[in-house]
């Protein structure tokens, strides 16, 4: 062989894609949306017009013309570093409800209808059957809360997201009549706080979780005989949808005075990052303050063995966890009863867990403790909140 033929560069029999070349795999992406089609399109109704695959979801607002004044709300939010757990253990088809719960979820809190949904995954590398699962699970969620699920992207981001990385994200909005809208402005004093529970950690206080699990040696495959499961499948537990008993608890409540209608239900908190005296805090009025009586419930395994293992007491973690309540609402006195009934009938533990009240307001126990005043919070400048008391079974955990 000649030298000349021997040094020639081979040439490829089929043309390269250099996209492909680069580390991006469009037909996986086309292929991961096949898969997700038939799930996507049972969150559909009537409303939902273009199918899947358009560069923008349409959403017939006709409805509309049945308010008087009618108001979108909106909120966009993500599931945190809890699909650091789903990557480990190669389990995705619950992240979905997560992120579900986180965003539409917040849309609730003003009294508002979830209308239709989108979601956002940034990848390393489009693996079809997981995007697929992610979006099984947005799709379960968005049919659960009563939401159309109208579009989203799949981008794929080499170099930067690692192989098997992901994150996920979504935005959803929703309706109200303006006359309806739940807020601080409808608390009055006697009101009475609801908790409701919450399935476990939800998507919040993640970084504190793998950084309690990794320092102590536990693998996320490992059996955690507290659970039942592995540590993997037990961190995973889904988030807990409220919207529709939360919907249905306020039109069921409702009453009608001189053409108007009067909420019992007077402002919601979804109790996310920040836990439980912040957020409350969030939907109360300047001037009012509530004490969240610890020793009404008693927080569930998963919180009381992390706790244990990070050697740390329920107390320090208040800030950072649900500690059992996913959602509180805050009711009218002669209604609070019916509430956490009909609440409960629904599958959701119901318990009381304060009283609204205003004027001068108790001093801490101890100054900067455990039970110091949360006054607000997130910019809102509410009312003021703090936990006292000692958890239930707590001395025997």
């Not at 919207?243 to 306020?250: C, Q």
């Amino acid at each position: 062989m000649a030298s000349s033929e021997r040094d020639a560069p081979s040439r490829p029999s089929q043309p390269v894609n250099p996209y492909q070349a680069a580390g991006v795999d469009t037909a996986a992406g086309d292929l991961a949306v096949e898969l997700m089609k038939s799930a996507v399109r049972r969150t559909h109704g009537p409303e939902v017009l273009g199918g899947v695959g358009g560069f923008a979801g349409l959403f017939d607002a006709t409805a509309f013309k049945a308010y008087d004044k009618p108001l979108l709300a909106t909120s966009t939010d993500g599931v945190g570093t809890k699909v650091a757990i789903a990557q480990a253990i190669d389990k995705h088809d619950t992240i979905g409800q997560d992120l579900v719960g986180m965003v539409v979820d917040d849309i609730v809190v003003v009294g508002a209808k979830p209308l239709f949904m989108t979601d956002y995954i940034a990848c390393g590398k489009v693996f079809p059957e997981r995007i697929a699962d992610i979006v099984r699970g947005i799709a379960d969620g968005c049919a659960a809360t009563g939401t159309a699920l109208v579009g989203g992207e799949t981008a794929e981001h080499p170099g930067l997201l690692g192989v098997n990385d992901y994150d996920v994200a979504g935005a959803a909005t929703g309706v109200v009549e303006a006359s309806g809208v739940l807020g601080a402005d409808r608390v009055r004093e006697g009101d009475v706080v609801l908790a409701l529970a919450s399935s476990g950690l939800h998507s919040n206080g993640y970084s504190l979780v793998r950084h309690i699990v990794a320092n102590s040696g536990i693998q996320y495959g490992d059996n955690a005989p507290d659970f039942g499961t592995t540590w993997g499948e037990a961190l995973l537990e889904p988030t807990r949808l409220y919207t529709l008993p939360l919907l249905r608890l306020i039109t069921e409540t409702a009453e009608t005075a001189g053409g108007t209608t009067v909420p019992a239900v007077h402002s919601l908190s979804h109790v996310t990052g920040g836990g439980i005296a912040a957020n409350l805090a969030r939907v109360l009025p300047q001037g009012t303050w509530v004490e969240i009586d610890r020793s009404t419930w008693s927080p569930s395994p998963v919180f009381r063995v992390l706790a244990d293992l990070g050697g740390l007491e329920l107390e320090a973690t208040e800030g950072t966890w649900n500690l059992g309540v996913g959602f509180l609402a805050v009711v009218a006195p002669e209604k609070a009863e019916a509430a956490a009934s009909a609440l409960s009938r629904e599958g959701i533990a119901t318990w009381q867990v304060g009283v609204v009240h205003s004027g001068d307001r108790p001093a801490p126990d101890r100054d900067g403790g455990a039970d110091h005043w949360e006054q607000g919070a997130k910019g809102v400048d509410g009312g003021a909140v703090r936990l006292v008391g000692s958890y239930a079974d707590h001395a025997a955990r």
